[in-house]
């Protein structure tokens, strides 16, 4: 870290971090194990319990250097105010290891912490010595960085499900320097986004494959069975296998439910939460348009007055249904240099007009809300009705360099938080972590529905969470007999299996602690 930049965290107004009972626990979790994980959910302060304990082990010298690995957001929104904002953490230094900064911060031998996203490892490992089986180079480093030693003994994995996938070039990077690491810790708030499946690379960064396999292969063929076209969907096998692999992770995860351990404000109409009962919103497609949804969905191609929409396979047309669904579809033109450009279709007004009617109603109509798109023509939709100039988090939203755009991004966010902002979009994949927005708001609508049952959670979370005292109110707007019913159903699906993990985890905890 430069002596301006030290110099300027030391002139920062700090606080004193004052943990809860339940923090205290999670910090000693972390210092007594090795490897561990932390199943938190959204809002339970997981940073600043990482940052207790990678202080507490720096000072028993049981680590020296520590390389936090997360994406790119939470990389610069999340951990580094972390670090400004408590007093007890002034002492830790730190880089963060993106962009042009990227070098310096792996070379400070200064920083006790060092801050990269995912897509960054590719580049850490080219630029440190890695030492292969006997003695040599697994990758040959940059001439700077040859016979220096590979400088970090600890790792945390920051919202570990961007790791789950095994055959990610990302994951293949990180596995290659697993046992460099003395200490290996990992934190989520929603580690089975998809079901039980999604454990196995999150564990395998944790224990090198000791609790589950080494192999995803031996981990599918013990606890699950081959489904649907070609055997290539797998799901658990029974209730007895779950129980295993919930016995099997349960010594070095610790999972705390936030209902247990913090005062919540209501929560109402969200999907997949425990004493919510789902808001639904729905509308119905105009007849001449459930003609040409019907064509789509069934026959891959439907001619609208704008143009036709073809679609190559199933997967590819119920994504196209589904923004039929929405009211808008991209529809190709023409085709210039192997090129394809697009235009929007505008098909319906159905879910506008539902929108528009739901904050027309008393309890909505001067309250800040936050809308939830999904693709870049809802967005377009969406500041059709109301206003070009509506404030978004997400893509989509302008033109411009990559730092203008983050200065956008930024702005807006803190505008939000103010309580400056009566409407703002937000696209879930882009805001679902490591963002504070609980300052202001008073629910969410969901004009797009999503697959993504990691990203609706954590959203939903930017805005119930601790700190706050009012209600939480959600709507989703769908459309009947469409894909958004089956979107709905696998929402409700993957939420209820999460559930029964976590709740499952917190068991075996309970047990083990009456047990000492």
């Given at each position: 870290?430069?002596?301006s930049?030290?110099?300027?965290?030391?002139?920062?107004?700090?606080?004193?971090?004052?943990?809860?009972?339940?923090?205290?626990?999670?910090?000693?979790?972390?210092?007594?194990?090795?490897?561990?994980?932390?199943?938190?959910?959204?809002?339970?302060?997981?940073?600043?319990?990482t940052?207790?304990?990678?202080?507490?082990?720096?000072?028993?010298?049981?680590?020296h250097?520590?390389?936090?690995?997360?994406?790119?957001?939470?990389?610069?929104?999340?951990?580094?105010?972390?670090?400004?904002?408590?007093?007890?953490?002034?002492?830790?230094?730190?880089?963060?290891?993106?962009?042009?900064?990227?070098?310096?911060?792996?070379?400070?031998?200064?920083?006790?912490?060092?801050?990269?996203?995912?897509?960054?490892?590719?580049?850490?490992?080219?630029?440190c010595?890695?030492?292969?089986?006997?003695?040599?180079?697994?990758?040959?480093?940059?001439?700077?960085?040859?016979?220096?030693?590979?400088?970090?003994?600890?790792?945390?994995?920051?919202?570990?499900?961007?790791?789950?996938?095994?055959?990610?070039?990302?994951?293949?990077?990180?596995?290659?320097?697993?046992?460099?690491?003395?200490?290996?810790?990992?934190?989520?708030?929603?580690?089975?986004?998809?079901?039980?499946?999604?454990?196995?690379?999150?564990?395998?960064?944790?224990?090198?494959?000791?609790?589950?396999?080494?192999?995803?292969?031996?981990?599918?063929?013990?606890?699950?069975?081959?489904?649907?076209?070609?055997?290539?969907?797998?799901?658990?096998?029974?209730?007895?296998?779950?129980?295993?692999?919930?016995?099997?992770?349960?010594?070095?995860?610790?999972?705390?439910?936030?209902?247990?351990?913090?005062?919540?404000?209501?929560?109402?109409?969200?999907?997949?939460?425990?004493?919510?009962?789902?808001?639904?919103?729905?509308?119905?497609?105009?007849?001449?348009?459930m003609?040409?949804?019907?064509?789509?969905?069934?026959?891959?191609?439907?001619?609208?007055?704008?143009?036709?929409?073809?679609?190559?396979?199933?997967?590819?047309?119920?994504?196209?249904?589904?923004?039929?669904?929405?009211?808008?579809?991209?529809?190709?033109?023409?085709?210039?240099?192997?090129?394809?450009?697009?235009?929007?279709g505008?098909?319906?007004?159905?879910?506008?007009?539902?929108?528009?009617?739901i904050l027309?109603?008393?309890?909505?109509?001067?309250?800040?809300?936050?809308?939830?798109?999904?693709?870049?023509?809802?967005?377009?939709?969406?500041?059709d009705?109301?206003?070009?100039?509506?404030?978004?988090?997400?893509g989509?939203?302008?033109?411009?360099?990559?730092?203008?755009?983050?200065?956008?991004?930024?702005?807006?966010?803190?505008?939000?938080n103010?309580?400056?902002?009566?409407?703002?979009?937000?696209?879930?994949?882009?805001?679902?972590?490591?963002?504070?927005?609980?300052?202001a708001?008073?629910?969410?609508?969901?004009?797009?529905?999503?697959?993504?049952?990691?990203?609706y959670?954590?959203?939903?979370?930017?805005?119930?969470?601790?700190?706050?005292?009012?209600p939480?109110?959600?709507?989703?707007i769908?459309?009947?007999?469409?894909?958004?019913?089956?979107?709905?159903?696998?929402?409700?699906?993957?939420?209820?299996?999460?559930?029964?993990?976590?709740?499952?985890?917190?068991?075996y905890?309970?047990?083990?602690?009456?047990?000492?």
């Amino acid at each position: 870290m430069s002596t301006s930049t030290q110099f300027e965290r030391q002139m920062k107004s700090r606080i004193a971090w004052k943990p809860e009972p339940y923090q205290k626990k999670a910090v000693r979790f972390l210092v007594s194990r090795p490897y561990a994980g932390l199943f938190l959910e959204p809002g339970m302060r997981k940073t600043s319990i990482t940052l207790a304990a990678i202080k507490l082990l720096l000072g028993k010298k049981l680590i020296h250097r520590v390389l936090i690995v997360t994406q790119l957001s939470v990389a610069t929104d999340a951990w580094p105010p972390e670090l400004d904002k408590w007093e007890d953490f002034r002492d830790l230094t730190y880089r963060v290891a993106h962009g042009k900064e990227r070098e310096s911060a792996l070379r400070d031998k200064d920083a006790k912490i060092v801050i990269i996203n995912f897509e960054g490892l590719g580049a850490l490992i080219e630029q440190c010595p890695i030492p292969g089986r006997k003695g040599h180079f697994t990758y040959k480093p940059r001439a700077e960085f040859r016979g220096a030693r590979w400088p970090f003994d600890a790792l945390v994995c920051d919202e570990s499900t961007r790791l789950k996938h095994t055959r990610t070039e990302r994951f293949k990077r990180l596995k290659s320097v697993l046992p460099l690491f003395s200490r290996r810790y990992l934190l989520t708030g929603t580690p089975t986004p998809k079901g039980y499946l999604d454990l196995f690379g999150q564990i395998y960064l944790l224990d090198l494959g000791k609790s589950l396999g080494r192999y995803i292969t031996h981990y599918r063929n013990k606890w699950f069975t081959p489904t649907g076209f070609g055997g290539y969907t797998w799901v658990i096998d029974n209730e007895k296998a779950k129980k295993e692999i919930e016995r099997a992770i349960s010594p070095f995860i610790l999972r705390l439910s936030s209902k247990t351990y913090q005062t919540l404000p209501p929560l109402r109409g969200a999907m997949g939460f425990e004493d919510s009962v789902p808001k639904i919103d729905w509308v119905d497609l105009p007849p001449k348009v459930m003609l040409k949804y019907n064509r789509l969905q069934h026959h891959f191609f439907v001619l609208l007055d704008e143009g036709g929409v073809s679609a190559k396979n199933a997967g590819v047309a119920a994504m196209k249904c589904r923004q039929m669904a929405n009211g808008g579809i991209y529809i190709d033109v023409e085709k210039e240099k192997m090129q394809t450009k697009r235009k929007i279709g505008r098909v319906h007004s159905a879910k506008l007009i539902r929108l528009q009617e739901i904050l027309d109603t008393p309890g909505w109509r001067k309250q800040p809300v936050m809308i939830a798109y999904e693709f870049n023509h809802d967005l377009t939709l969406l500041r059709d009705v109301l206003g070009a100039d509506l404030p978004v988090l997400g893509g989509g939203s302008g033109v411009g360099s990559a730092g203008a755009r983050r200065k956008s991004f930024t702005e807006t966010r803190e505008a939000w938080n103010r309580g400056e902002l009566l409407r703002m979009a937000v696209q879930p994949q882009s805001v679902a972590y490591g963002l504070n927005l609980q300052s202001a708001g008073y629910g969410i609508i969901f004009f797009a529905l999503s697959w993504d049952t990691e990203a609706y959670i954590q959203l939903v979370r930017r805005l119930w969470r601790s700190g706050r005292s009012k209600p939480v109110y959600i709507r989703h707007i769908a459309a009947r007999n469409t894909v958004d019913e089956v979107v709905l159903a696998g929402l409700k699906r993957d939420a209820d299996t999460q559930n029964g993990l976590l709740n499952a985890l917190d068991r075996y905890r309970r047990r083990s602690m009456v047990r000492k």
